[in-house]
């Protein structure tokens, strides 16, 4: 995937409100939280990035709390959550209908 697309995804995250160095950073506040574990399950079960890179676009130094979070918060049941999943989905699809348009 291309940078476009994770900085397209950083702006949908901070047009909803929520700070990008916030999602980066180490807060444990359950919003921060929600938010980091909807963009690192995205980008690994829609976008099939590796746990490692996953752990360079939320600036971690490990991966294993990347495998938690993509393994172990699948019935994760929070509004921050549920919203910020739409939300990035639909980034997502924007971006596939684009790249649909060119294909042969």
Known sequence: MTEKLINALWKAVENEGYDRKDIQSKSRKREAVDVRI???????YRLGYTQIQIAQVLKRHEHSIVNY??????????FEF????KILNKVVDQYENH??????
């Open 38 to 44: 909807a963009v690192a399950q995205l980008l690994y």
């Open 69 to 78: 979070w993509v393994n172990r918060n699948d019935e994760r049941d929070s």
């Open 82 to 85: 549920r919203e910020m999943s």
């Open 99 to 104: 790249l649909a348009k060119f294909e042969l």
